[in-house]
C-alpha cells in the first residue's frame, strides 16, 4: 500500500479545533506550493488562494460561514479564489497563454485560445464552473499533504459569498472586481475533547458500487 492509500483512508475531515495551536510557518509555505505546483487545465491557473492566519479577521468571518466554530478554532484559514468571466476574456487567458507559448510561431497559443472555447461549449459549462473544476484539483492534492503532515482539515463550501468577498475586499485582500471566493478550508489540529468533532460516522461505498474497470 503506498502512503497516498494509507492516507486517504485514515485522514477525516475535522470540525472542531485545538484553539491556539500553531502551525509552523515552513509547513504553511509548503502547502501553499503544493497548491501552486498542481495541474491545472490548459496551464490557466486562473485563481488565488489566501491563508487566513489573523484572528481577528476570522471571527469577523463567523457569520459568512453560518456560525460554524471552526472558522474561529482553526489555525489557519485557507481561501481560494477564482477570477471572474471578465477579467477571464479581457486579460487573464492571453496574458497566461503568451506566458507558455510563444505566440510568434508556436501553434499551442491559439490551441490554448480556441481550446477553451471549444471546451467551455461541448462541455455545457460555465466559465466559473471550469475554473471551480481547477480550485478542486489543488484542494484534493492538499487534503493528502495535510494528512501526511499529521495535521487535519476540513473543506469548505458552506459559506455566504457574497458576505465573505465583502470582508476580504475591506481588509484588501482581494480585489471583488475580478475575483470571487469558491472554497476554503479549515487547517489545524482537531480537538476530539469536543462535541461533533467529527460530524457522521465514516462510511465509504463497497469497491463494487464505486469502481469499474473496463478491460
Not at 503506498?2 to 510557518?25: D, G, L, P, V
Not at 484588501?172 to 460516522?201: A, M, P, R
Request: hydrophobic share 35%; with cysteine; aromatic share 12%.
Amino acid at each position: 500500500m503506498t502512503n497516498t492509500h494509507k492516507f486517504m483512508i485514515e485522514r477525516r475531515s475535522a470540525k472542531r479545533y485545538q484553539e491556539n495551536f500553531k502551525i509552523e510557518k515552513s509547513q504553511i509555505k509548503e502547502l501553499l506550493e503544493i497548491i501552486r505546483y498542481s495541474p491545472t487545465s490548459y496551464g490557466m491557473e486562473a485563481y488565488k488562494v489566501y491563508c487566513i492566519l489573523n484572528q481577528e479577521i476570522k471571527e469577523e468571518m463567523f457569520s459568512a460561514f453560518k456560525n460554524q466554530p471552526a472558522v474561529k478554532e482553526c489555525s489557519a484559514l485557507i481561501i481560494w479564489t477564482v477570477f471572474k468571466e471578465e477579467y477571464m476574456k479581457n486579460f487573464h487567458i492571453e496574458k497566461q497563454a503568451r506566458t507558455i507559448t510563444n505566440p510568434e510561431n508556436d501553434k499551442g497559443y491559439n490551441y490554448i485560445q480556441e481550446g477553451i472555447k471549444g471546451f467551455l461549449v461541448y462541455q455545457n459549462v460555465s466559465m466559473e464552473n471550469w475554473l471551480a473544476r481547477q480550485v478542486y484539483i489543488s484542494l484534493g492534492a492538499l487534503t493528502i499533504a495535510i494528512k501526511e503532515m499529521n495535521l487535519d482539515c476540513c473543506p469548505v463550501e458552506g459559506f455566504v459569498r457574497e458576505e465573505l468577498d465583502n470582508i476580504l475586499s475591506k481588509h484588501n485582500i482581494i480585489d471583488n472586481k475580478i475575483e470571487t471566493s469558491t472554497v476554503c478550508l479549515f487547517l489545524g489540529k482537531i480537538d476530539d475533547t469536543k462535541k461533533n468533532h467529527y460530524s457522521y460516522k465514516r462510511h465509504k461505498k463497497t469497491p463494487e458500487e464505486t469502481y469499474k474497470i473496463i478491460e
